[in-house]
């Protein structure tokens, strides 16, 4: 059975620092794994999707690296701003179902 | 374009009674799905769909139902509705990958449910 931990469970950095979420899973057969962020009382959207095939993937100051074999997917966000305040969240895909961590939540304090 | 809805927004039930939560995408969508979500912990699947006609359980199936009738509409019905099923639940859909697994998921806003 999937299993996903997401370390750590809530960070707090200044306004203008890189940092880096990190995700481990326990199952490496996957499709595929996603980032999400999830702002207080609202639905989920959707960062970045990194193929099994793929090591990396980048979105503006985002950037997702995939190590299936060990069972792990990092998020870097570079120069943070407080508009990037909010819980992240990362799924794998395992046959046609996304299991999720419980998420990081991200304070960037101005 | 939508995206994907869902209604109601928010509902109070009492122990026992059944209600069913609405979804729609106006994407084409094969895949949709339900989840839902507790505080402190990440979501959990309680169904899916690959296609019209097609539906399977998730992680949490227990006390739900759902049909796909058609690509667009997903319905969740609460049988007897449990304190244990007051949630926020999430419907969301996607295509379905070329090569396997699936694409990127779009989420609705969310339904909170209260069990009294």
């Known amino acids: 059975k999937q299993e996903v931990t997401q370390i750590p469970a809530a960070l707090s950095v200044p306004e203008g620092e890189n940092l880096v979420l990190n995700c481990s899973f326990t199952d490496s057969a996957i499709y595929n794994l996603q980032w999400f962020r999830q702002d207080p009382g609202k639905g989920l959207t959707s960062l970045l999707l990194i193929q099994s095939s793929q090591r990396e993937q980048t979105s503006g100051r985002l950037n997702a690296s995939l190590d299936k074999s060990s069972g792990r997917s990092t998020l870097y966000i570079a120069a943070s701003q407080p508009g990037d305040s909010a819980t992240y969240l990362c799924?794998?895909?395992?046959?046609?179902?996304?299991?999720w961590g419980a998420g990081t939540k991200l304070i960037i304090k101005p | 374009n939508a995206g994907v809805t869902q209604t109601p927004k928010f509902q109070v039930l009492k122990t026992g009674q059944s209600m069913t939560l609405q979804c729609a995408q106006d994407m084409n969508h094969e895949y949709m799905s339900w989840y839902r979500q507790d505080p402190g912990m990440g979501l959990r699947l309680i169904h899916y769909?690959?296609?019209?006609?097609?539906?399977d359980q998730g992680e949490v199936p227990n006390g739900y139902n759902v049909s796909r009738s058609t690509t667009e509409d997903f319905p969740l019905r609460l049988l007897s509705a449990a304190p244990s099923q007051t949630s926020v639940y999430f419907c969301a859909s996607s295509r379905l990958g070329v090569a396997g697994g699936l694409e990127t998921q779009y989420f609705g806003p969310g339904t909170r449910l209260l069990v009294l």
């Open positions: 799924a794998p895909d395992s046959n046609y179902q996304l299991i």
């Open positions: 769909s690959v296609g019209a006609g097609i539906t």
